[in-house]
């Protein structure tokens, strides 16, 4: 056997076992991107165990909804809960309860050399599975002179009038797996494997010719972040999502394009008593943007020491900038 056609043997078989550990996202029957089951639980005595799928936050945050649908590569349908998402890493997690699944093997993207061979695989355009081949280019921020799109189903068919942030903006302040790799809308969230098929990134954007995916290590710490969340804490605030004028944002030095306003305080919250005030803007929690008010929670929530140390708000009153330092008191049970 010549070496092409060993080559081409043994991807086949690497891109088939992946293939097993990859769903399609979907509301409805409609495909919105990709998925990687990324880790699962000891079995219960029915032999179901519950599994942690990995996703992009530009994907879940399309849908705008909690519970979505997957379809696993034998057919089976699936209902996945969102239990949490980062927008500023472009990472959601989602948990299931079922039998069969086979999570992926992960590799080591801190060990991924530049021109190493690469495979992803997602659903673009409705087929599922597909495969394309390519090889590292870098792995470093992308660079700012390069216009980065999700790789996203719902994107696509979006109205360009809705398209008021682009999360690829995110990609030219982190380090990046860039490849040279043909991505599609709907491969968002499917995996960016080594040869040996070990997932060492998830795809997310591309630009520039190439593909952009987030490396395996940040979303270690992503669901290592999530596991370390113990009750859930909050403000006591009521909000809502607000588009920020350019003035106001090239006057206050704002990169974001849209924020949270304040429209209620809680009586006797944390908001109250460091005097957070209706119509207050909140720009970032610990240095985080804040640009959904759906996903404030789940930032809120976000870090070990939920509730027992003091965090800093950055918030926008009267057009100025200002940093509030509070404590979040913990969400008592009903």
Do not use: C
């Not at 903006?169 to 380090?175: K, Q, T």
């Amino acid at each position: 056997m010549t070496i092409p056609i060993q080559l081409s043997e043994a991807l086949a078989g690497v891109a088939g076992q992946l293939r097993e550990s990859v769903v399609q996202v979907q509301v409805g029957d409609r495909g919105i991107g990709s998925g990687i089951i990324w880790q699962t639980g000891e079995p219960d005595a029915s032999g179901a165990a519950e599994a942690t799928i990995i996703t992009n936050a530009h994907v879940v945050r399309a849908a705008r909804q909690e519970t979505f649908k997957l379809k696993l590569a034998d057919g089976r349908a699936l209902e996945a809960q969102l239990i949490g998402a980062e927008p500023e890493i472009d990472l959601a997690a989602l948990r299931v309860h079922a039998s069969g699944l086979r999570a992926a093997e992960i590799g080591d993207s801190a060990a991924l050399r530049v021109g190493e061979l690469v495979i992803a695989i997602g659903n673009p355009f409705g087929r599922e599975g597909a495969v394309t081949v390519g090889v590292v280019a870098a792995r470093a921020p992308a660079d700012e002179d390069i216009a980065l799109e999700p790789a996203e189903e719902a994107e696509q068919q979006a109205p360009s009038s809705k398209r008021r942030e682009r999360p690829g903006a995110r990609f030219h302040h982190i380090e990046v797996i860039q490849a040279d790799i043909r991505l599609y809308p709907g491969n968002s969230g499917g995996p960016l494997a080594d040869a040996h098929g070990r997932v060492v990134g998830v795809n997310a954007m591309v630009g520039g010719g190439l593909g952009f995916a987030i490396p395996s290590r940040v979303v270690r710490q992503f669901l290592a972040d999530l596991g370390q969340q113990t009750e859930p804490v909050y403000l006591g605030v009521e909000v809502l999502t607000v588009p920020l004028a350019p003035a106001l944002r090239q006057r206050a030095g704002i990169e974001q394009e849209t924020a949270v306003l304040i429209t209620g305080v809680m009586a006797e919250s944390p908001a109250e008593a460091v005097g957070l005030l209706p119509g207050d803007v909140l720009l970032a929690l610990d240095g985080r943007a804040i640009r959904d008010a759906r996903l404030l929670p789940r930032l809120l929530n976000s870090r070990a020491t939920s509730g027992e140390g003091p965090r800093t708000l950055t918030i926008l009153r009267g057009g100025e900038r200002q940093e509030v330092s509070l404590t979040p008191a913990v969400r008592k049970a009903a």
